[in-house]
């Protein structure tokens, strides 16, 4: 066996300091540049990443992961195995392989043909492409899209580690496909896939790597639809074929963004595996050693979720008490990918200097890494002045101005139960139907309009003062009465403003909200070619000032439709920021919650008679241990009552959920109190009308996916709104796309909203017909 690194990650930012893989995509998928100026572009950017991380002290063999994808890691490992759906098999090549077409139409969809689901992954803002998996799926080996990455690396003179999402994680995330017969599971098919994998192996054996990683999160989660002792049982049944397969490099299974279960560690402990990857920053050291003792450890001590500088001295004590399991060896590591995290904090200027000497972005990391690594090597005392230093910028941190303010504790402490009630629905429903008129199956949009060119351009020229703040607003204001102009003439009943003023939708309000600072450059990928630039909550939350007002107020004054004032609300701000993790984010989600109940008011005493309060990411962080579940909803309800709870009976309040699964979290949604909730359907096959049945609050089930830029038809969508008013009652039922338009073009946003005004029309003369 070849000896593992010293100290490694599990995994690297793969869209580039700039976003160049974005770009490059794009590019391509705009018909700017062809396939062979794509790969060039990206082979450029993986050289360009090497080179980063061995600068940076991973200058031992396999200690560079080999994480890159074009669009998703899952979609990676299901066409590895051949899992391309049916609906695609005509965009195979002649000798059967899956390329780049492929796999862009089965994570963008092509011409009628849907794209594969996305959901999160885990409990991150990444989402992942759903695998469709059935009885009849045939797995075959095509390793190219690995093997090639370790063969170019090698050329470089680099042995790196190809990291591919483990087999029994791959069908556990899977979903069956269309023809699954019911009761079929893809965790049925696990048997049949083991062979493939080994494949697999033996062709990156071939290519020259050393070291696997496989990603096997699967074994810390219970929120999936198998169980955990299941989970534990498979991975256990598919390392002992793949640890006794001869042809194969050493194998380091990973278990990142929790604690394996009981069984889960069993099994690894026990597989013949060289190596094993904990997280040891959300989950505790394993109180059982049996098995490891021949065994690599990768103690994943460096938090790989958020940005804080690392506490060095508490890294070291963990690494102190996985040494004392008797393994082989024990090395640093990352608690997970650091797909989730930016860049470079060196890269940020515009960051607080004081500021920058709490955090650690994922060069910063790798940098603590190599710390620990050479304290290992030498000894503590070889690495006390760094570890000093870290625990002095701890001590900052805590004792700086705004990190602590009075005035934010003393209201929330003040907080009582009727902070968190509003009145009865029954009241609200007559006095919102009074106040509004609205017919029946209301159409609206969830809330941004295409942000173009023009408008990118006029925000980027005004942040380097080039453009002055009186002719940036005016266009913003062209670009709101546009939006206003367009959803009149295509007949939308609720209208919005389309948010040209927004940079992001959290973004905006961190801009605004003291106790945060915002990056330049801190982009950290969403899905695909998308990425966003969290924001870092380092301090107590309050609003100096009203945020949204005037652009609402602005927008209403164009049109006697009703105009929705939008928020982000306070789960999301948190779940899409870096939080400070130094008070528990209840609290945190409290200070937030607040300063959105503040603004609110203002909104109603402006006119405002509808406001939405996007909750997308509650389902997202819901804890993957199911004992964590009932005080994470506790919190995260409870603080969207109380920033919604103040506002009057005939103020509709809205809110909006997309891509997660759903089911577990339905009686949460319905906690939350609002009268209409917006909620992606499309994207995921329909399956969320089944939960719906019999809801009782204002539901919008979304009847068009907008991250593909398929135009749904007209006829398309009426199926999804017959099955809505099949479900739930139609005096409930919302009409809207399953998210906000901002990523999409005019050109498909005009025509994708006429069918859903169409498709809406006709199912109001049905609905007449009948009475």
């Given at each position: 066996?070849t000896?593992?690194?010293h100290?490694?990650?599990l995994?690297y930012p793969?869209?580039?300091?700039?976003r160049?893989?974005?770009r490059?995509v794009?590019t391509?998928?705009?018909?700017?540049?062809?396939?062979?100026?794509?790969?060039?572009?990206a082979?450029a950017?993986r050289?360009?990443t090497r080179?980063?991380?061995?600068?940076l002290?991973?200058d031992e063999?396999?200690?560079?992961?080999?994480?890159?994808?074009y669009?998703?890691?899952?979609?990676?490992?299901?066409?590895a195995?051949?899992?391309?759906?049916?609906?695609?098999?005509g965009?195979?090549e002649t000798?059967?392989?899956?390329g780049?077409?492929?796999?862009?139409?089965a994570?963008?969809?092509?011409g009628?043909?849907?794209p594969?689901e996305?959901?999160k992954?885990?409990?991150t803002?990444?989402?992942?492409?759903?695998p469709e998996i059935?009885p009849?799926?045939?797995f075959?080996?095509?390793?190219?899209?690995?093997?090639?990455?370790?063969?170019?690396?090698?050329?470089d003179g680099l042995?790196?580690?190809?990291?591919?999402?483990?087999?029994?994680?791959l069908?556990?995330?899977a979903?069956p496909?269309?023809d699954?017969?019911?009761g079929?599971r893809?965790?049925?098919?696990?048997?049949?896939l083991?062979?493939v994998?080994?494949?697999i192996l033996a062709?990156l054996?071939?290519?020259g790597a050393?070291?696997?990683q496989l990603?096997?999160p699967?074994?810390v989660?219970?929120?999936?639809?198998?169980?955990?002792?299941?989970?534990?049982?498979a991975?256990?049944r598919?390392?002992?074929v793949?640890g006794?397969a001869e042809?194969?490099?050493s194998?380091l299974?990973a278990?990142p963004?929790?604690a394996?279960s009981?069984?889960?560690?069993?099994?690894l402990?026990?597989?013949?595996?060289?190596?094993?990857?904990?997280d040891?920053?959300?989950?505790?050291?394993?109180?059982?050693?049996?098995?490891v003792a021949g065994k690599t450890?990768?103690?994943?001590?460096?938090?790989a979720?958020n940005v804080?500088?690392g506490?060095?001295?508490?890294a070291w004590?963990?690494l102190?008490?996985?040494?004392?399991?008797g393994a082989?060896?024990v090395v640093?590591?990352t608690s997970?990918?650091?797909?989730?995290?930016?860049?470079?904090?060196?890269d940020e200027p515009?960051?607080?200097?004081?500021?920058?000497?709490?955090?650690a972005f994922?060069d910063?990391k790798?940098?603590?890494?190599?710390v620990?690594?050479?304290?290992?090597?030498?000894g503590?005392?070889?690495v006390?002045?760094?570890i000093?230093a870290a625990a002095?910028?701890?001590?900052?941190?805590r004792?700086?101005?705004?990190v602590h303010d009075d005035r934010?504790?003393?209201?929330?402490?003040?907080l009582?139960?009727a902070?968190?009630?509003?009145g009865?629905?029954?009241?609200?429903?007559?006095?919102?139907?009074?106040?509004?008129?609205?017919?029946?199956?209301?159409?609206t949009?969830i809330?941004?309009?295409p942000?173009t060119?023009?408008?990118r351009?006029?925000?980027?020229?005004?942040?380097?003062?080039?453009?002055?703040?009186d002719?940036y607003?005016?266009v913003?204001?062209?670009e709101?009465?546009r939006?206003?102009r367009l959803?009149?003439?295509?007949?939308?009943?609720?209208?919005v403003?389309g948010e040209?003023?927004?940079?992001d939708?959290?973004q905006y309000?961190?801009?605004n909200?003291?106790?945060f600072?915002?990056?330049?450059?801190?982009?950290v990928?969403?899905?695909g070619?998308?990425a966003?630039?969290?924001s870092?909550?380092?301090?107590?939350v309050s609003?100096?000032?009203?945020?949204?007002?005037r652009?609402?107020?602005y927008a209403?004054?164009?049109t006697?439709?009703p105009?929705?004032?939008?928020?982000t609300?306070?789960?999301?701000?948190?779940?899409w920021s870096?939080?400070r993790?130094?008070?528990?984010l209840?609290d945190?989600a409290?200070?937030?919650a607040?300063?959105?109940?503040?603004e609110?008011g203002?909104?109603?005493?402006?006119?405002?008679?509808?406001i939405?309060v996007?909750?997308?990411?509650?389902?997202?962080?819901?804890?993957?241990?199911?004992?964590e579940?009932?005080?994470?909803?506790?919190?995260?309800v409870?603080a969207f009552r109380l920033?919604?709870?103040?506002?009057?009976?005939?103020t509709?309040?809205?809110?909006h959920l997309?891509?997660?699964?759903?089911?577990?979290?339905?009686?949460?949604?319905?906690?939350?109190d609002?009268?209409?909730?917006?909620?992606e359907a499309a994207?995921?096959?329909?399956?969320?009308f089944?939960?719906?049945s019999?809801?009782?609050?204002?539901i919008?089930?979304g009847?068009w996916?907008?991250h593909?830029p398929?135009?749904?038809s007209?006829?398309e969508i009426?199926?999804?709104i017959d099955?809505?008013?099949?479900?739930?009652?139609?005096?409930r039922?919302?009409?809207n796309?399953?998210?906000?338009?901002k990523?999409?073009?005019?050109?498909e946003t005009?025509?994708?909203l006429?069918?859903?005004?169409a498709?809406a029309?006709?199912?109001?003369?049905?609905l007449?017909?009948?009475v």
């Open positions: 066996m000896a593992f690194p100290g490694t990650i995994g793969r869209i580039g300091r700039r160049e893989l974005k490059a794009e391509h998928w705009a018909g700017t540049i062809d396939e062979q100026e794509l790969r060039d572009r082979a950017l050289r360009e080179a980063r991380l061995v600068s002290g991973l063999d396999s200690a560079v992961p080999e994480t890159f994808s669009y998703d890691q899952v979609l990676d490992a299901a066409l195995v051949g899992a391309l759906p049916e609906r695609f098999a965009l195979r000798d059967g392989t899956i780049l077409a492929a796999e862009f139409a994570a963008r969809g092509d009628e043909q849907p594969l996305m959901t992954w885990f409990d803002n990444y989402h992942y492409l759903v059935g009849g799926t045939v075959s080996a095509q390793p190219a899209r690995y093997a090639g990455l370790v063969a170019e690396a090698a050329a042995v790196t580690r190809p990291v591919v999402v483990g087999p029994v994680t069908l556990a995330l979903k496909d269309d699954a017969p019911e079929f893809p965790l049925d098919r696990l048997d049949d083991i062979p994998y080994r494949e062709a054996r071939a290519a050393e070291w696997v990603d096997e699967a074994l989660s219970e929120t999936l639809d198998v169980a955990p002792g299941e989970v534990a049982a991975a256990a598919a390392y002992a793949l006794a042809d194969r490099p194998l299974v278990a963004y929790g394996p009981a069984e889960g560690w069993e099994a402990a026990a597989a013949p595996v060289e190596a094993i990857a904990l040891l920053v959300r989950g505790g050291v394993p109180s059982t050693a049996d098995g450890i990768v103690a994943g001590v460096i938090d979720r804080w500088r506490d060095l001295d508490r004590a963990r102190d008490q996985v040494r004392r399991l082989a060896e640093v590591g997970n990918s650091l797909q989730h995290v930016p860049h470079d904090v060196d515009d960051l607080d200097p004081r500021l920058k000497t709490w955090l994922a910063q790798i940098g603590q890494i190599a620990l690594a050479r304290g290992l090597r030498e503590r005392d070889a006390e002045p760094e000093a002095a910028a701890l001590a900052d941190r004792s700086a101005p705004g934010v504790r003393a209201r929330t402490a003040a009582a139960d902070d968190f009630e509003r009865p629905v029954a009241d609200r429903v007559a006095s919102q139907r009074r106040a509004l008129g609205l017919p029946p199956l209301p159409t949009t809330g941004s309009f942000q060119g023009d408008i351009r006029a925000r980027a020229a005004h942040d380097r003062g080039e453009l002055g703040t002719a607003e005016q913003l204001r062209d709101i009465e939006v206003i959803q009149e003439e295509l007949g939308l009943d609720v209208l403003h040209p003023e927004r940079n939708m959290v309000f961190a801009e909200l003291d106790g600072a915002v990056t330049r450059n801190g982009w990928q969403s899905y070619s998308r966003t630039r969290p870092i909550l380092w301090g107590d609003r100096p000032a009203p945020i949204t007002v652009w609402t107020t209403q004054s164009l006697p439709k105009v929705k004032g939008m928020l609300g306070p789960v999301t701000i948190l779940a870096f939080v993790d130094d008070q528990p209840g945190t409290r200070q937030v607040l300063a959105l109940r503040d609110i203002d909104l109603e005493d402006a006119g405002v008679g509808i939405q996007d909750e997308p990411a509650l389902r997202e962080l819901l804890p993957l241990r199911a004992d579940r009932d005080a994470y909803l506790e919190w995260s409870g920033a919604t709870a103040d506002a009057a009976a005939a509709q309040v809205h809110t997309c891509y997660s699964e759903f089911g577990t979290v339905l009686e949460a949604i319905s906690a939350l609002a009268d209409v909730t917006s909620i994207r995921s096959r329909d399956e969320l089944d939960a719906l019999g809801y009782e609050r204002g919008g089930p009847v996916d907008i593909s398929r135009v749904p007209a006829e009426a199926g999804r099955r809505a008013v099949s479900v739930v009652d139609v005096d039922v919302w009409i796309p399953d998210c906000g338009l990523t999409r073009r005019y050109e005009v025509a994708s006429a069918n859903l005004v498709a029309g006709e199912a109001r003369e049905t007449l017909a009948r």
